[in-house]
C-alpha cells in the first residue's frame, strides 16, 4: 500500500533536509517517493502501477506519496517542477529522479537496478 507523505513524515522516513546538507538516508528499505497532484492525468495513469507494486514487493520497498499542491515547501526542496516525478532512494547510496508517468516495466528495472529490491 502507498502511503502518504507530508514535510514532517519525510524528515522522519527519508531525509532530513533542514539538519543535514549531505544525503542521509533515513529509511530502513529503499522507497520511491511519487510527487503528485490530483488534477494531474499521467499522475492518475501511474498511481495504479505504484499500488501493484507496492502489493508484489510488500515490505522490501517502501512507496511513498507526495502530494505537490499540499507539500509545496517539500517540492521545492527537491525542485520538482514537472509531475510525476518519482525519487528513488535505495537503502544505500544516492537518490536518483525520474520524471514522467512511466510503464511498469521500467518501475521494476529501476527498482531492481537502483534500489537493489528483488520481489
Known amino acids: 500500500m502507498t ?8 524528515l522522519e522516513k527519508v531525509f532530513d533536509f533542514e539538519k543535514n546538507k549531505e544525503w542521509k538516508f533515513e529509511g530502513k528499505v529503499p ?21 501493484e507494486l507496492s502489493e508484489e514487493y ?3 520497498i517502501n512507496i511513498y506519496k507526495v ?4 507539500e509545496r515547501e517539500l517540492s521545492a526542496a ?6 510525476p516525478s518519482m525519487l528513488f532512494c535505495p537503502a544505500e547510496g544516492e ?11 521500467n518501475l521494476e528495472e529501476i527498482i531492481k537496478d537502483v534500489l537493489k529490491a528483488e520481489k
Open 58 to 60: 510488500g515490505d522490501k
Open 78 to 83: 527537491f525542485g520538482i517542477r514537472s509531475i
Open 3 to 10: 502511503t502518504m507523505l507530508t514535510k514532517k513524515d519525510f
Open 31 to 51: 522507497c520511491i517517493i511519487d510527487f503528485y497532484a490530483d488534477w494531474c492525468q499521467p499522475c492518475k495513469m501511474v498511481a495504479p502501477i505504484l499500488e
Open 67 to 70: 502530494d505537490t499542491e499540499a
Open 95 to 105: 537518490p536518483q529522479m525520474a520524471t514522467g508517468a512511466l510503464p511498469k516495466h
